[in-house]
């Protein structure tokens, strides 16, 4: 299944999964809109030939939705029911920490074997140095912050260019270093107004007539980013300020390479660590290689900001 929020590389995860289970001759079923279709049994059965031509694309042909119910006992006994009578003996969640958290306690209950492919444009989950779907949202959201620096360039203008990352500032740091933001303001990091002033101040004084700040949708530095293109216009009126939000864009379009390839290999090893009798595990990668991490842990570990990166974005801005 696939669960939350969709993330470019969902699909090669279940092209993935549904050819190794192939390989090793067993039965594979898809789960439509994560637990919302456990709950009420809507399945469907898969077989390698279900899943040709999807490696390339967006999105998840399994659906996702938000599930109240399934938050509620009554809703995991009926979903438990609907496995048993169906005769489904272990599950692979492809989701972030929402869908790994009702995994955790699905298995509590019921003892029944999950594995988690993590799957999230956020990047924000511990035991992985990558997510499905980051490395697309970041190509995403730089492709569109170099447009936006020629039509900045042109007229002059100041751009506060909004991506998504409510509690994690990955896509905005990394994306903001890759593009040459002249700022960027990540949740980790509450750089605050008076620095963001100065540090556009210093800009114009060393002869950029156009700037590039990137901000994270959680940074605090302002209640939104429109709030923080009025800041500077009242303080800097020399600049012209314009507001593009980049949205929902950074979560679709066809996987990167590189998101196709690790939703491929995790894809593998979670049926693998199925088959050696393992559970309640994520899959991820560290230092290029495929490794598990538990579950519980990879919730609460949290996944912290690249200092070293944060070093290299002040000097980049100078």
């Known amino acids: 299944m696939t669960s939350g929020g969709d993330a470019p590389g969902m699909n090669a995860a279940i092209r993935s999964v549904v050819r190794t289970c192939a390989y090793y001759s067993i039965a594979c079923a ?10 009420e049994g809507d399945f469907i059965e898969l077989t390698a030939r279900s899943v040709n031509n999807i490696i390339n694309k967006g999105g998840t042909i399994l659906k996702s939705a938000r599930s109240k119910e399934f938050r509620t006992k009554e809703g995991r006994q ?5 496995l048993r009578k169906n005769k489904i003996d272990a599950m692979v969640v492809i989701g972030g920490d929402g869908s790994f958290t009702g995994a955790v306690v699905f298995n509590e209950e019921f003892n029944f074997p999950v594995i988690g492919i993590p799957g999230t444009i956020d990047n924000d989950i511990f035991g992985t140095s990558h997510t499905l779907g980051y490395d697309t949202a970041l190509n995403t ?3 569109a912050i170099d447009k936006i620096r020629d039509t900045a360039s042109s007229h002059n203008r100041l751009f506060f260019v909004e991506v998504m990352g409510r509690d994690a500032g990955f896509i905005a740091l990394n994306a903001g270093v890759g593009a040459g933001a002249e700022e960027i303001l990540i949740p980790e990091e509450d750089l605050g107004l008076d620095r963001m002033l100065e540090s556009l101040k210093k800009s114009r004084r060393a002869g950029k007539s156009s700037s590039i700040v990137v901000v994270a949708e959680g940074d605090k530095s302002g209640k939104n980013v429109y709030e923080l293109a009025e800041y500077v216009e009242e303080n800097l009126p020399e600049y012209e300020v314009r507001v593009s939000v980049l ?9 990167s390479c590189f998101d196709r390839v690790l ?9 693998e660590l199925l088959l050696d009798g393992q559970t309640n595990l ?9 490794i598990s991490t538990s579950i519980a842990e990879a919730i609460k570990g949290g996944h912290t900001i690249n200092m070293e990166l944060l070093r290299v974005s002040d000097i980049m801005t100078t």
């Open 30 to 39: 898809g789960i439509y809109r994560g637990y919302e279709g456990l709950i």
């Open 78 to 82: 009926k979903a438990y029911e609907h």
């Open 141 to 143: 959201a730089v492709e």
């Open 247 to 255: 949205g929902h864009m950074q979560r679709g379009g066809s996987p």
């Open 263 to 271: 939703a491929s290999r995790l894809g593998v090893k979670s049926v």
């Open 282 to 290: 994520m899959v991820g990668l560290k230092n290029n290689e495929v």
